[in-house]
């Protein structure tokens, strides 16, 4: 199981791809963290970008498959994605996650 972060640019974008992503049960409990700013070094100064984070719970083996949707639907977007390993989570989300998301 992974936690998935997508780093887009508007709000419309994380919202689309949340809605093809859980239409498709590829991703279960979505949240979405509209107060992100990444810092960027430009000549000599450090400036901040305005950017939001779309997060949620999948399978390992459907991240290939989150990757190309969020890419085929965001194009430029979509900044960036990743995605951690969960090592321990309570047993109704497992249950939940195992149950809900496309079968691999």
Known sequence: MIHVTFQTRTVEAAERLAAQL??????????MDTDHEELI????KLTRTSQLL????????????LERVAMDLLGTDLVRMHATPI?????????QLLEQTAKV
């Open 54 to 65: 779309l997060q949620g719970m999948s399978k390992a083996l459907l991240y290939r498959e």
């Open 87 to 95: 090592t321990n989570m309570d047993p109704e989300a497992q249950r």
């Open 22 to 31: 859980m239409e498709r049960h590829l991703l279960l409990f979505p949240t």
């Open 41 to 44: 070094w430009a000549d000599g």
